[in-house]
C-alpha cells in the first residue's frame, strides 16, 4: 500500500524537462515504514548512506535535489541487521520520522508501508490523521492467495475511512522480448485484480508486467524507467503515473499524503 499526498502529479518527462523547461520540480519526501524489511535505501541506491542530525531535527537522505529519502535502514549498522522490535518500538520511530525530520516543504509525502495491515499502517494512518492523506495505491499480483491479502487491506481501508486511489497487478504476465508472445507466470485463476476490482468497485490502475530488468534495476539502485524507456514495463509505469494524475486533477486538494503497500 502507498498513501500519497500532494498537487496533481506532473505528466512523465515534465520532471526530466523541468530545469530547460524553468519549471520548479515538485519536492518529494519518500518515508520507508517497512520497519523489519527496510529495502528503499538499495532500490534508490542510497546503501551505506548514514541519517545526520542537526538542530532542526534528522536530515533525509537526498537522491537529487527534490528527492528525500528516510528509513530504518540508514540507522543500521549493517544492510543484513534485523530488527526485532515490538509494535511500541515501531510505532515510536515511525512517529519520529514523521515528527522530527526536516523535510522543508515538500509537495508529497510518499509513504512505502509493508504487506498487511498491522502496526505501521495502523500508526500511519493515525499520525496522519489530523493532516490529510489523499489515498492508498494497494499492490497485488495476479494470483488468488495474494488477492485474498489484498481484499484485507482494501477492506482495512474501508474501517478507517482511508480512500483508495486504485489497485495497480505487478508481474502481470511475462512479454518475451524476442518474440513478443506473452506468458502467465502467475496465473490469474479467479479472474485476477480486474476481476477483483469489477467486484468491489475500486479502481485498476493499470497492470505491470514481468520484467528481469526491473529487479537488476533495483539491485543496482538505478532507475528502470531511465534503463529501459521502451520496456513494456515502462509504459505500463507512465500509463499507471497518468492514471493518479487524472484522479489528484479530479479528487485531491492542494495539500495531503498517500500510502501504498
Known amino acids: 500500500m502507498r498513501f500519497y499526498s500532494g498537487p496533481p502529479i ?3 518527462g515534465v520532471a526530466e524537462r523541468a530545469p530547460v523547461l524553468g519549471i520548479t520540480r515538485p519536492q518529494v519526501a519518500l518515508l520507508d515504514i517497512d520497519i523489519c524489511g527496510p529495502s528503499i535505501p538499495k532500490i534508490m541506491g542510497l546503501e551505506g548512506e548514514q541519517v545526520h542530525q542537526s538542530g532542526s531535527g534528522w536530515s533525509p537522505v537526498f537522491v537529487e535535489d527534490n ?16 530488527v526485532i522490535w515490538r509494535g511500541p518500538k515501531k510505532n515510536g520511530m515511525i512517529k519520529q520520522f514523521l515528527r522530527d525530520v526536516d523535510w522543508g516543504e515538500v509537495d508529497y509525502l510518499i ?10 499502517h495502523l500508526s500511519a494512518v493515525q499520525y496522519l490523521s489530523s493532516t490529510h492523506i489523499d489515498g492508498a495505491v494497494i499492490i497485488t499480483t495476479p494470483q488468488e492467495v495474494s488477492l485474498q491479502d ?5 477492506n482495512f481501508c474501508h474501517k478507517v475511512k482511508l480512500p483508495i486511489i486504485g489497485v495497480v497487478e ?8 524476442k518474440c513478443k ?5 502467475f496465473p ?18 493499470g497492470k505491470v508486467p514481468l520484467d528481469p530488468h526491473i529487479g537488476k534495476s533495483c539491485d543496482k539502485g538505478q532507475s528502470f524507467l531511465i534503463d529501459a524507456p521502451d520496456s513494456p514495463a515502462t509504459l505500463a509505469y507512465r500509463s499507471i503515473i497518468q492514471r493518479i494524475q487524472e484522479f489528484c486533477g479530479r479528487h485531491l486538494p492542494e495539500e495531503g499524503h498517500l500510502i501504498s503497500s
Do not use: Y
Not at 150 to 154: D, F, G, H, N
Not at 188 to 205: D, F, R, S, Y
Open 150 to 154: 489484498v481484499r484485507k487491506e482494501i
Open 10 to 12: 506532473q505528466p512523465p
Open 188 to 205: 490469474p485463476t479467479t479472474g485476477g485484480a480486474e476481476v477483483m476490482c469489477q467486484n468491489l468497485k475500486i479502481p485498476l490502475l
Open 170 to 177: 505487478n508481474m502481470s504476465g511475462f512479454i518475451c522480448p
Open 181 to 185: 508472445k506473452e506468458s502467465q507466470i
Open 111 to 120: 509513504v512505502d508501508t509493508p504487506p498487511g495491515t498491522s502496526d505501521e
Open 67 to 82: 528527492l528525500g529519502v528516510m528509513s530504518v535502514g540508514f540507522l543500521l549498522s549493517s544492510p543484513d541487521d534485523a
